[in-house]
């Protein structure tokens, strides 16, 4: 491709460029540069040049790695187009000794594969950034595809008539930003047929240009809140951004449009590489985004400083096949204990104080599984017995004084429940309809499957709040 970089072409793990770094600086050299790109470390240049020589060839590449200051934004040329390397630091420099021969490398904080219009010493600031991660299209169920079939007289299918286009989507305001969930959509001809690419964007706007770290701010609320929906964590997979200084225009210089040119972040790359989700989890999530509604984000994403220490937590405790069941129970409880706390109290809870008649574990549990309404036939006796199993889980793994760790299989149990209780508890938190139909038909999903889970093992919680066989149980507390 020549010219510039157009924004339907990417760069992928593992892609490198040769290409000629233009600092912006009159009268300096060019420098030439190999661009790396590797999902794990994002994009890194690595300028080979001679160390010592006096020339002025090499004057520029001197001076960036001699005194570790390398351009804030640097243009980078090669035959594959045009892109602009943001807010650029030092990443390292050899030299093969007698040689005089020295690699820099250069890290840049952000890449826009588009050339921009104006100064280009100035920060990155855009209007709208894009972002597309996992769970968007099975949280909104979004398509852009809708068929007709015409039969004769006869009943048969005459025709099918196939249109495309895009006409769902989801807005609502975040402070000063826009959000918008929709879907694009992409249609190719190979032969023989048409093929539709859906792809459902996460999008902010702001009235100003802002820094992508400001966009992010907003977009990380969204996508913590669908990571807790499905109860799975969601990965970034591209971003895009579009602002009137990365305008098209025709070989005239005549403006045409302002489209979507591809961003990477150095601040979520390493997320492209990490494993989709399992698609039956993302597949079911507790509420759509239909039912959760522009409302409801708009105040999640309000409360969402206030309840950080109940969130992130949360957030965590999804993530059991990497972090461990343990540490999800931590996490879990963590949560738990923050949401509690700014829950305050609820009726019945002063059977869990303790003998100083204050608030224990126990309480802050036991206060989140009656705000969400979670049921406890066939798991425990009662919600306080259910509560004081979920305390005295956590409290064993966590404190070095209780012990062996708690039953591998008892662990596991309250990891279910837990993790349930907080992803209710965030839909609870953004106000959330809990007797919409399909809400509250996944909730009682949910919850029988935990209550089959305990069936499996033979497992009951009994009125003192522990774990006791299926054979031993008393289900009234004496």
Not at 80 to 85: E, T
Request: with cysteine; proline share 4%.
């Amino acid at each position: 491709m020549k010219g510039e970089m157009a924004t339907n072409k990417s760069l992928t793990a593992g892609d490198s460029l040769a290409g000629i770094m233009i600092d912006g600086v009159e009268g300096t050299p060019y420098v030439v540069g190999n661009l790396l790109f590797n999902e794990g470390r994002g994009i890194r240049v690595e300028v080979p040049y001679f160390e010592y020589a006096r020339t002025g060839q090499f004057d520029s590449a001197q001076k960036w790695f001699s005194e570790r200051i390398p351009p804030k934004n640097v243009l980078f040329v090669s035959n594959d187009g045009i892109l602009i390397l943001f807010d650029c630091r030092f990443s390292g420099y050899s030299a093969k000794p007698g040689l005089g021969i020295a690699l820099g490398k250069i890290a840049p904080n952000e890449v826009v594969l588009k050339q921009r219009e104006g100064s280009l010493g100035d920060p990155l600031t855009v209007k709208t950034l894009r972002s597309h991660f996992d769970g968007l299209a099975e949280w909104t169920n979004f398509s852009s595809i809708k068929d007709e079939q015409v039969v004769d007289k006869s009943n048969l299918v005459k025709k099918v008539v196939v249109e495309i286009e895009t006409t769902q989507s989801i807005t609502w305001w975040q402070g000063a930003a826009k959000m918008t969930l929709s879907i694009n959509w992409s249609a190719k001809s190979p032969g023989g047929g048409y093929l539709v690419d859906e792809v459902v964007y996460l999008e902010s706007t702001f009235r100003d240009p802002r820094p992508i770290s400001a966009h992010l701010d907003e977009h990380r609320k969204v996508k913590t809140l669908v990571a807790l929906v499905h109860g799975a964590m969601v990965y970034y997979r591209k971003h895009f951004v579009r602002d009137k200084r990365f305008p098209e225009r025709a070989m005239s210089g005549k403006l045409r449009h302002f489209s979507f040119c591809e961003l990477i972040s150095r601040d979520t790359v390493q997320e492209y590489k990490r494993a989709k989700p399992d698609s039956k989890m993302l597949s079911e999530p507790l509420a759509s985004a239909g039912e959760v509604g522009g409302p409801a984000l708009r105040d999640w994403a309000n409360k969402f400083k206030d309840w950080e220490r109940f969130i992130y937590p949360a957030l965590s405790s999804m993530n059991a096949e990497e972090v461990g069941l343990e540490n999800s129970v931590v996490n879990a409880s963590m949560a738990i204990e923050a949401a509690g706390n700014i829950i305050g109290s609820v009726g019945g809870e002063d059977e869990t104080y303790s003998r100083s008649n204050r608030p224990t574990t126990s309480t802050f549990a036991f206060r989140c599984v009656s705000i969400t309404g979670f049921p406890c036939l066939g798991i425990a006796n009662s919600r306080i017995a259910l509560a004081q199993a979920m305390a005295h889980n956590y409290n064993t793994i966590k404190h070095y004084d209780r012990g062996q760790f708690p039953k591998t299989e008892e662990t596991l149990l309250v990891q279910k429940v837990a993790t349930l209780v907080v992803r209710l508890l965030a839909l609870d938190l953004a106000g959330v309809d809990a007797e919409q139909d399909h809400f509250s038909f996944r909730k009682e999903q949910e919850c029988s499957n935990i209550c089959s889970s305990f069936d499996a093992f033979g497992l009951f919680i009994d009125h003192r709040g522990k774990f006791v066989a299926r054979g031993q149980v008393s289900l009234l507390k004496p």
